[in-house]
């Protein structure tokens, strides 16, 4: 059990920065809005956009090499995609990850303080670890964080279903004729498990996992490492709808159409359906949630931006202050929007899911490009037949929003 456990490290990673946002805020209020029909949902898109994810983590252990490298050799157009989808998401992503952590962590400890002051303590925080502890600190803390969220949603999942005043109705409200109902579709698919980015993330992680490692890293330790962590995520995210439907959607409050109000209100709403016993279980599982996301993304964006730094202009690859440079960057422009921006939070969030779902197509097509080539090492048959619906459904569904919204 011990070796299992520490075979775990860049999929956990990947775990960490998927549940978030799309788990604890879309997936619930999936549930609760339109019932369990939403986890067939959640499951199709998990499965659809599997292998672009797998192809990360991959294509790093069988080419030493990450896909921001790949993209890299395909021309600049491809790397300034990057550039776009990244420097135009990142801080509003950051910003709401944070916003949403300091809200539930306001809700279960009762901290009396702005939001925004308590996001920067938490930025602070987790700007510390990755400067100290570095990579091997961040994989070690995230692998208890993980487990520690998956048994605390368990827990509440099984008494949920197995409260005796809560009914589980299978009937749903959506229809494809009511135009919230399809935007709020799109949100929670675009996001579904995470923006289709977080691939690049995790090549570089895969990458930094093997420089750590005493021991050879197989691709086959690789390939377990990340079923665990995908499949794990596809399973918290259906826990929360189901959570969502059961609990919140035998409830009569209003629900928040804000995402740091609602993650707050969910603790409450839990505790006083399920018993006042389940509320630290229910704020362990919500803050685990949205800690583990706030750390590996804040570890993230940098990481991505040091590598592509480097590759236009490889003298800087022995500057070791260019990480903790692009992590001050990162911290700055988030409390910056959390500051400055905190009453256009919903708009920079529905700007940051658009962004990451127009351009998801374009990404799961150069990832399908540059892993190709390698055959069955990143794509066996299987998978590239589930990679070509992939990519049928990324452009369909793309087309489908671009119409509705504008035609």
């Known amino acids: 059990m011990k070796k299992w456990f520490r075979r775990l490290g860049p999929g956990l990673l990947y775990a960490g920065a998927a549940v978030g946002v799309s788990h604890l805020v879309q997936s619930t209020r999936a ?54 989808v990244t420097l135009t998401t990142m801080f509003a992503v950051q910003a709401v990850v944070t916003l949403i952590l300091a809200s539930v962590l306001a809700s279960i400890l009762g901290i009396n303080l702005a939001l925004w002051q308590l996001s920067a303590i938490l930025l602070l925080i987790c700007g510390a670890i990755l400067l100290i502890g570095k990579y091997h600190l961040l994989e070690n803390i995230m692998r208890w964080v993980i487990l520690l969220l998956t048994l605390t949603t368990i827990i509440t999942l099984i008494t949920a279903i197995g409260s005796p005043d809560l009914k589980i109705d299978f009937a749903t409200s959506f229809s494809f ?36 490692s005493n021991e050879r890293v197989s691709p086959k330790a690789v390939n377990y490492d990340f079923n665990v962590g995908y499949w794990g995520t596809t399973f918290l995210a259906a826990a929360f709808v189901t959570l969502g439907a059961i609990v919140l959607g035998n409830s009569d409050a209003e629900l928040s159409s804000s995402g740091s109000v609602f993650a707050g209100q969910i603790i409450g709403m839990y505790t006083e359906t399920l018993g006042k016993w389940t509320f ?9 949630t949205m800690f583990s996301t706030t750390l590996t993304v804040l570890d993230a964006y940098p990481r991505v931006l040091k590598k592509a730094a480097i590759l236009h202009h490889k003298p800087w690859g022995n500057n070791s202050k260019l ?18 921006q905190l009453e256009n939070m919903k708009q920079l969030v529905d700007f940051a899911t658009t962004i990451s779902f127009l351009t998801a197509p374009i990404l799961a097509s150069l990832i399908y490009a ?38």
Request: charged share 15%.
């Open 280 to 288: 630290v279980i229910v704020g362990l599982a919500a803050f685990t």
């Open 177 to 212: 004729n009511e135009i919230t109902d399809v935007f709020f579709l799109i949100a929670l698919v675009g996001w579904m498990p995470a923006p289709l980015d977080i691939a690049l993330w995790h090549s570089e992680w895969t990458l930094a996992d093997i420089k750590d």
């Open 31 to 84: 549930g609760a809005s339109y019932g369990l029909v939403m986890v067939a949902v959640v499951v199709l898109a998990n499965f659809l956009k599997y292998p672009f994810f797998k192809a990360g983590p991959l294509y790093a252990v069988h080419s030493g090499k990450s896909l921001l490298e790949a993209f890299f050799q395909k021309g600049k157009w491809a790397i300034t995609l990057f550039y776009i």
């Open 370 to 407: 540059v892993c190709k080539p390698m055959g069955d090492k990143v794509f066996d048959k299987k998978d590239n037949w589930i990679a070509i619906l992939g990519l049928l459904f990324l452009y369909a569904f793309s087309i489908y929003y671009l119409w509705t919204k504008y035609f």
């Open 323 to 340: 990480y903790p440079i692009l992590l001050a960057f990162t911290i700055l422009g988030a409390l910056f929007v959390l500051i400055f």
